[in-house]
């Protein structure tokens, strides 16, 4: 399948779909099946609004393999929907027990308690165990995200004993790409790629060839860390162990591309100022949205009072040159973008690692340079400009050095607040643009009007 | 190796072993890189200062795959003085030949262009015609982040043929977990993975067992179309095909992590109104940081102008009122924040493609929803807080109603601006908070004075 052809006209091939769905073309369906991934057959059922037509969709082909795996590809919401609206109770078994193990635990916390419940009697016993075990993990942490379909190997198997074991026993393991040597009691002795297996002599024993210096996570180490290690030491899958250091799980790749991405998409929101979704933007009903951006928006204004104090304490003087109020606007947006610049870049480079927490006069040193060289430029702009719309001299003098001072502070203090806010063990997106930009509003408008005293009393 | 052992000490590690590196301490230093990865080598050997102290570290290790691993892992600046500073003129050979071609490519790309016709003559003839060919793809395509070292394998062999290809020719290559079934001719036949492969019985021929519903891209596919791609369907691999349909490389996961990293923060620094640094935080100069940042600002200081005109343009009524210019950050800030809450949100489902071109109406009607809730709240909030602050009720029901109106517009803006540059093919990440907030601030103002005009009379 071509990209360019499956992923543009992807609107209208599923407007195509749906009819064919709507009016039950099993066999015109199931060719099309043919040609598609499960996750296709999700995304379609996704767009459809019917729970019959859901029903009808999913339970359609004939692989029950692919039936389980476009199952774990939908939202929550359509997989409570559907798995209450499966009349075939084999189906529905055969479902939540051949989901892969992670998928199941996120399905499972996300029911309410008695659905969960309920569900849950469908479970085979090691089912059952295996999913309270996962459940007991918190979400954004290793055993929140881990699976525990992991293969594990006797030390004293030769490479072909192993490629057998392999054959027969793991089938369905999804990730057979890394195969952990563990002992009896489960602790981990080493660590194979099926690329080691595969290029070592048959008869070589698997104690001789595997990797010892292994590179694991404890089950609490939160997700982010865990993306760290893959992207430094590239991957494809790395073991999980609990407190007692026995293996009880492993993380793959593509898990952990959707956690880069989450974390990506978490952080953009914080610095946009508003507290992060769980689901996507349109699966975020109206309420949920005005409840994660109202808080935010009212710290905001509660703060934006010190602003507007400030302006009130010099209206004697604002009386005098009501001109001086046509550029507040100059100088709170200037510095506001100038701190968000700042921030935005230290605040994903903390997130990336590339600045430490002892960077602090490193990054401040920066910043003080770059603020004074973009002051003085947007200094001489400023100065311009309200010199066109004023026409008073005194007041684009007050502008062009109030805008350097604000540069100035804005840029360090965008630089040095997401640093000090780690420091503290806080969020350093919680010193994102809008509120840097409020907190530098404050010295920016005091150097202004005093700026213009000083400037009134010598021209 | 324990990630929390590793990471969170790192630094006093590196300190360490930075000083057995300064007092040649061979054999200790060759004890240590025993338990370390190459990229943990590459990371010590930024850190170092002193080119005499950099080469003889990465020349130190005996095995010659982790001295070129190690190298691969290096920034490019580290690289090149390396490079230049190894005087075993078959070790550079060695480097040179055995380097993954992806990153060989990226190395000789930024490589000047005598240096890198001089460094060329060290390639053997065929290592010479693949960097040529990377060379020709755009660096932020598939053609350029893909490496050319995959497995091809002839239809006709059988399973335990194909293990054996695979341990004789294909030792050294990188990404045996996808193997491509190819014709004579190089055309793509069908996909197979390692897993496949180790799971059919012995004797299956793998024209039977091969996947020929493959997913694969053309070389001058956007790589952020790549990472979808790879996100959609989990593969950890997909090959890469000329526009004659001949199989030319392969992308593999890890680079996709890196893409996926690289576009959101990409993405991040932009919606902070900062052009992208190619290089991080640190790396990039004090003059690269002004220029990046600088044109962004100004812009957005000229079409500041227009708000400034506006309020000269309400000079009599301020001349009155001197109170109504308390509350001209409030309006300015509330716009810009809720603004800022939108876009970022919508740019990223954009990215996500969870919002599509043809939302636009669906996301004004969320938009304007959400606005009006919010603005409502925040009408009462700064009707109390400006009525704390000037004790005038006009001036604080005038700051309530225009606070209502400019959430509304703002999150309409914020939600529909990025959907209608993406339109006109413009990224939508230049409507992002910053321009927003200063569009918004204008229609914000004028609703604030007009309705102070209105109020006045009535009251």
Known sequence: MDINKEFFPEKIFNIEFIEL????????????????YPVDIAHIIEELEEID????????????????????????????????????????????NTMASDDRADFFASLSKDVAERLSEKLLPEEKKDLDELLQYEENTAGGIMTTEFVG??????VEEAIAVLRNKYKNAETIYVEFVVDTQGSLLGILSLRDIIIAEPGTKLKD???????????????????????????SAVPVLDTNEKVVGIITFDDIMDVIEEEATEDMQKI???????????????????????LWLCVLLLVGTV??????????????LIPLSYFIPIITDTGGNTGTQSSTMIIRSLALGEVQLTDTFRVLRKE???????????????????LFISKIPEVSFTLGFALIFTTVSSACAGGVLPIMAKKLKLDPTVMSGPLISTIVDIGGLIIYFETAKIILKIF
Chains 1, 2 share one sequence.
């Open 21 to 36: 769905v709507k009016n039950r073309k099993s066999n015109d369906i199931k060719k099309l099946i043919e040609e598609l």
């Open 368 to 386: 003080l340079l770059i603020g004074f060289i973009l002051g003085c430029f947007l200094a001489v702009l400023g100065f311009m400009q309200s």
């Open 153 to 158: 190997l006797n030390k004293e198997l030769t």
């Open 307 to 320: 602003t507007s104090s400030i302006i009130r304490s010099y209206d004697n003087l604002l009386a005098i």
């Open 53 to 96: 037509d859901k029903v009808y969709l999913i339970t359609l082909p004939e692989d029950k393999d692919f039936i389980v795996e476009a199952f774990e590809e939908l939202e929550f919401l359509n997989q409570e929907e559907i798995i209450k609206n499966i009349h075939d109770r084999k189906l529905v078994s055969l479902i939540l």
């Open 209 to 235: 060839i595997m990797e010892t210096n292994v590179i694991y996570v404890y089950t609490y180490v939160d997700q982010e860390e865990v993306a760290n290690v893959f992207q430094k030491y590239n991957f």
């Open 272 to 294: 946009g100022a508003s507290f992060p979704l769980e689901e996507s933007y349109f699966d975020t009903s109206v309420f949920d949205l005005v409840k994660k951006r109202l």
